[in-house]
């Protein structure tokens, strides 16, 4: 099932490059929240996965090019302020997507119903802190409407249909616009002006078309498992 | 409560005399303390304490505080490279819980009228330490298990005797504490069962592990009683309630039938059963490298150290526009707006 793997590897690899903040996190509560939001998208990703195949043989086994997660998710961490942008992006779509998926029959509802609620906390999180580093410090502005900038290329493929996934990417387009443009507004940050939907970046994550960081993710992710075929741990 | 009543009549005694300060009044609530300390009632932040238990307090439970933020980065070394989900999940789980251990010990320490940022501070410049064992590094998967199996269950055999401790907020710190410690302790160890039932490869790494950690997890109980200064007195305060040695013999006899139903040895020569002691004796520390590692020779202090001062100085402009922000926002609370800045 493409979606199953499109929303599973999404959940992944942000869960993975969140987890990579841990012993980082610039104050105490910061490693308890993004630990615990790495963690709950590593759940959604573990039941994502375990429809579309065996979990372990989807993270570890596959190559670059068969993983199907939107660029936004393989970004890197960079700053701070990088890391919540990211988180503002997706969470913001993610939990539109969620609510959606939770109010229909299809196979997604059960995983979503759990999910809307992880994914609430995870935008309330990307919301408070866009407002902090927005509205807070000069210099904290800045380097959050630089990285507002930087992952804004990343947003139009997330609307894109996905083969499996019954919403209507339009509506939820527009819905995250306004989202997104209201938290911008109030942190008093601009939003970006850049192209959202390059011919190049649109859907090229879906089609296993990666940015150059990720496949240094992935060696790093697979070396162990990789190393001792056939093993369990 | 029995320590209240205790402390409202040195109180009473005290102020009777027309001044707290005075000799007499010192007296009367060191009396007061005594009492409740014999009785092995719990102090608590208003009660009058001795400046040396406060201090002793201090500085125990901020180390306790730096070990679990410090104890994040050997674990943390494997996130991104765990072999299985599942196994992923787990270790993730437990360092967010580390650094909840951190902050609860901080708010303990908090209670004795210090601040974590002051606490943090002498972590930062070297005045107040952390746990010697995670100056070692982490080099295979098998150390994560390593870690739980024995550091964890090295910590559980310290901190168990601690929910009972005279301090109330440090023994109830160590009671929820040590609930998630043992849950860790026993993940490392079914991590360890798996690698040593697995392939050649993942037994010799489980061994390998353990052969690298025993010592050091032998180490964690501190040094031999007839070196440990601090002791009696935190005995007598019943601050610690066990010697160090003590513990450290508990903690051998635990582990040697744990390594046996492992399938792993312990590397140890002179490991074995003392039937007339009821004990096991074991080998000589190197005790010349518990105080290298303690001096910040270890293998990973250095980096442990930059690490931490890093984050906590690449975080700064997060903090500031934290404060910044909720100075700016802050007149609304205060004249009731409370929504107004609620998401």
């Known amino acids: 099932m493409t979606a199953a793997l499109a929303l599973g590897d999404d959940a992944l690899v942000l869960s993975h490059r969140l987890g ?26 573990r039941v994502l996965l375990s429809m ?90 800045e380097r959050m409407q630089r990285a507002c900038a930087a992952l804004w290329r990343f947003t139009g493929e997330m609307f894109r249909p996905v083969e499996g996934l019954d919403v209507d990417g339009e509506r939820m387009e527009s819905a995250w616009l306004a989202s997104v443009g209201e938290v911008l507004g109030r942190a008093t ?9 390059g011919a190049w970046t649109a859907g090229a994550g879906r089609q296993g078309l990666h940015t150059e960081p990720f496949g240094r993710m992935l060696a790093e992710m697979q070396h162990l498992h990789r190393s001792h075929p056939g093993a369990s741990w | 409560m029995a320590t209240a009543a205790a402390h409202e009549t040195a109180r009473t005694q005290a ?47 901020a180390q306790h505080a730096h070990s679990e933020i410090i104890g994040m980065q050997p674990e943390a070394n494997w996130i991104t490279r765990a072999p299985s989900l599942r196994r992923k999940a787990i270790l993730m789980a437990k360092v967010q819980d580390e650094a909840g251990h951190g902050l609860y010990l901080y708010s303990a320490a908090e209670t004795l009228g210090t601040s974590r940022d002051e606490l943090l501070d002498k972590l930062h410049t070297g005045r107040q ?6 100056n070692y590094p982490t080099l295979t998967w ?3 298990g390593a870690i739980g199996w024995l550091v964890d269950g090295a910590a559980i055999t310290n901190q168990v005797p601690l929910c009972r401790c005279s301090y109330g907020p440090y023994a109830r710190a160590m009671v929820r504490i040590c609930k998630e410690e043992s849950f860790h302790q026993r993940q490392g160890y079914e991590l360890l069962l798996a690698l040593s039932r697995g392939t050649p490869e ?46 450290r013999q508990r903690f051998v006899d635990i582990c040697v039938p744990q390594a046996e139903s492992l399938g792993l040895t312990l590397p140890d020569p002179d490991l074995r059963w003392n039937e007339e002691r009821g004990h096991h004796d ?9 105080w290298d590692v303690l001096k910040g020779n270890g293998p990973c202090n250095e980096q442990r150290m930059t690490q931490r001062r890093r984050a906590h100085d690449e975080g700064a402009w997060v903090r500031e526009a934290a404060a910044a922000y909720a100075a700016k926002h802050s007149g609304g609370r205060q004249t009731g707006e409370t929504g107004a800045t609620r998401a």
């Open chain 2, 129 to 134: 330490k952390y746990s010697s064992i995670f």
């Open chain 1, 52 to 141: 579309a195949g065996d979990e372990d043989e989807l993270a570890f086994l596959r190559e670059e090019r068969a993983f199907r997660n939107l660029q936004l998710v393989e970004q890197p961490n960079g700053d701070f302020a990088h890391t919540i942008a990211r988180q503002l992006y997706f969470s913001t779509y993610q939990h539109l997507l969620y609510a959606e998926l939770a109010a229909g029959h299809g196979p997604f509802a059960p995983l979503a119903g759990k999910a809307v609620k992880e994914t609430a906390y995870h935008r309330d999180h990307a919301e408070q802190w866009t407002l902090r580093l927005g509205d807070g410090t000069e210099a904290a502005h």
């Open chain 2, 202 to 247: 993942q037994h010799a790494m489980a061994q390998d592990a353990v052969d690298r950690w025993w010592w050091p997890s032998l180490m964690m109980f501190g040094p031999p009683d007839d070196e440990s200064p601090h002791s009696a007195q935190s005995m007598a305060w019943k601050i610690k309630r066990h010697s160090n040695d003590e513990l």
């Open chain 1, 20 to 45: 990579e903040w841990a012993g980082h996190a610039p104050v105490l509560e910061e490693e308890v929240a993004l630990a615990n939001i790495a963690l709950d998208l590593l759940g959604q990703a």
């Open chain 2, 282 to 290: 074991f080998g000589v520390i190197d005790w010349a490298e518990f």
């Open chain 2, 15 to 61: 102020y009777g005399t027309g001044d707290a300060t005075d000799t007499t009044g010192t007296d009367a609530y060191e009396t007061a303390f005594d009492a409740a300390v014999a009785a092995d009632e719990r102090i608590e932040p208003r009660d009058w304490m001795p400046d040396a238990y406060r201090s002793t307090l201090i500085r125990q439970i």
């Open chain 1, 189 to 197: 940050l601009t939003v970006p002006e850049g192209p959202r939907s």
């Open chain 2, 142 to 144: 098998a150390d994560v």
